[in-house]
């Protein structure tokens, strides 16, 4: 009987979850609600129960499941799968690897979230295998991940990666989540670009998007997008400056890597090469010779299942390798 793969995606409001084969090839993939009440402490439970009942479903038992990888949202130790902080799951020093492993009776691994994503590009997406790779996702905020030799950077404190806390503005940036100010995320992040375009949109009335903030009373990063497809000048303005930040400081991790690719992904990328053709361009500009001729830009092919394919990684990395 061939062994599955469980790969789980813990998220503030939903949690994915996943049957996968040896090689990666997802069997069945489901979502369930993430109860954030009493500090999160139902959430393992929760997840030993959506398991059983698909298990159920498909007339299989827990004898099928090789072991269970997962993807948390915040910093992970690893080693021991306690998490550090996640402030949308009021978990603080949460043991989730002993919790978990307590609730199913399997074995777990757990990382970060963003870092997941980064090893599911890595092995079935755009990473294409490659062993040195970093990953940025732009969405609500804005991840990353450090793939060095096969092996996710961790770095002392479980913070490596963390891309959307570089510096981009270094001085009166706005406010980030993190305390600090001025951070890729706060200008490059889809809540980001609408930041940047309301910023200065007061003195550009001829601007589609002031109608639109006129209409609906707030814009999306996807109005300035259209816009600027629609040769918006304020709008095409915008992107470029977040063409430029995204460019300067990928190529500054480029600079210290030297990745094979440099995978972009999350909601942000959907802008396709309005955005990312300016990205190359600034990348291009700021990373040496060597780097420029060897390091990849490249846009994320998994999509939301890069969580699960990447926790699933850690079951097979773990049992089977
Ligand atoms: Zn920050």
Redesign the pocket.
Known sequence: MEKWLMGVDLGGTTIKLAFLTANGEILHKWEVPTDISDQGKNITADINTAMEAKLHELGEDKSRILGIGMGAPGPVNAENGVIYEAVNLGWKNYPLKQSLTEKTGLPVWVDNDANTAAIGEMWKGAGAGASDMVCVTLGTGVGGGVIANGMMVQGISGAAGEI??ITAVPENGFE???G?TG?L?TVASATGIVRLALEDLKNHPESKLTDLLGANGSITAKDVVDCARNKDAYALHILDRVSFYLGYALANVANALNPEKIVIGGGVSKAGDILLKGVEAYFRKYTFLRVRESTELAIATLGNDAGVIGAAWMVKTHLLD
């Open positions: 959307g806390h980030c989540n993190c600090k951070c995320e």
